[in-house]
């Protein structure tokens, strides 16, 4: 299995970015997917979660209202939209591939990506 994020990149506070995870060497729609990250010094955080037909999906607290998970099956991806960016989003984004229970936590999905880093300057 492969997880492959981009989109990363320097972006000033208030800008977008737009994340890309293709995956491969799965079925990817009999998978949940999900965005965590990582800023330097802290713990994994959970962004967002959508679930195999793209009908549900889950955000965190911190990027509620600013964030968008989506997926498209037929392309084996999952995007991440974020919107309204703060530097408080910088962080090593990173793409999760779950196939158990509904959840917010990593231990909630199989196969993760090597990630992509997001700056955001003030």
């Known amino acids: 299995v492969q997880l492959q994020a981009s989109g990363g990149g320097l972006v000033q506070a208030g800008g977008s970015l737009r994340l890309s995870c293709a995956a491969s060497?799965?079925?990817?729609?009999?998978?949940?997917m999900g965005w965590f990250r990582q800023a330097p010094g802290k713990e994994r955080e959970f962004v967002a979660a959508?679930?195999?037909?793209?009908?549900?999906?889950l955000y965190g607290d911190s990027v509620k209202g600013r964030f968008t998970i989506s997926r498209d099956n037929a392309k084996n991806t999952v995007y991440l939209q974020m919107n309204s960016l703060k530097a408080e989003d910088t962080a090593v984004y990173s793409c999760?591939?779950?196939?158990?229970?509904?959840?917010?936590?990593?231990?909630?999905?199989?196969?993760w990506g090597q990630g992509t880093l997001v700056t955001v300057s003030s």
């Open positions: 999760a591939a779950g196939s158990g229970n509904w959840g917010t936590r990593p231990s909630n999905y199989n196969y």
């Open positions: 060497r799965l079925t990817f729609s009999n998978y949940r």
């Open positions: 959508i679930s195999w037909t793209g009908g549900t999906t």
